[in-house]
């Protein structure tokens, strides 16, 4: 699998409540544009507000976390650059920065495609 990643931060003025709001409402956008461009799966993760993770931050010398991860599955390289050459997808991606620029930090924040390597999936025995 192949997928494309985005790491956001969030715009100085936006609050955290604010954030989570229109992060949802992103993943509704996605949900209805990336399934007709050929995206198998998406998930969206937003960072949790624990003390655990400025401290982790501070120790590593990293900086501090996303706000928000996006990652949309595509079943392989060519299906991606498939959906990356339909006018749809251009269309999609201008009208998802376009509602992106009113919540994220775009100049801070990371968009890669990636491919995943399971190193282990111990979910089925959890449960």
Same mark, same amino acid.
């Given at each position: 699998?192949?997928?494309?990643?985005?790491?956001?931060?969030?715009? &100085?003025?936006?609050?955290?409540?604010? @954030?989570?709001?229109?992060?949802?409402?992103?993943?509704?956008?996605?949900?209805?544009?990336?399934?007709?461009?050929?995206?198998?799966?998406?998930?969206?993760?937003?960072? *949790?507000?624990?003390?655990?993770? %400025? *401290?982790?931050?501070?120790?590593?010398?990293?900086?501090e976390? @996303?706000?928000?991860? /996006?990652?949309?599955?595509?079943?392989? +390289? &060519? %299906? !991606?650059? !498939? !959906?990356?050459?339909?006018?749809?997808?251009? #269309?999609?991606?201008?009208?998802?920065? +376009?509602f992106?620029?009113?919540?994220?930090?775009?100049?801070?924040?990371?968009?890669?495609? /990636?491919?995943?390597? #399971?190193?282990?999936?111990?979910? %089925?025995?959890?449960?």
């Amino acid at each position: 699998m192949v997928k494309l990643v985005q790491c956001v931060r969030r715009r &100085p003025e936006v609050s955290v409540l604010e @954030f989570r709001a229109k992060w949802k409402e992103y993943g509704e956008m996605i949900k209805g544009g990336a399934v007709a461009l050929g995206g198998v799966r998406c998930t969206l993760s937003t960072t *949790l507000a624990v003390k655990e993770n %400025a *401290l982790f931050a501070l120790r590593r010398g990293t900086q501090e976390p @996303f706000d928000g991860i /996006a990652e949309i599955w595509f079943e392989n +390289a &060519p %299906a !991606a650059l !498939a !959906a990356m050459q339909r006018s749809e997808w251009r #269309e999609g991606l201008a009208r998802f920065q +376009a509602f992106q620029e009113s919540f994220v930090d775009l100049e801070h924040s990371s968009f890669f495609y /990636a491919i995943e390597d #399971e190193v282990f999936d111990w979910s %089925a025995e959890l449960g």
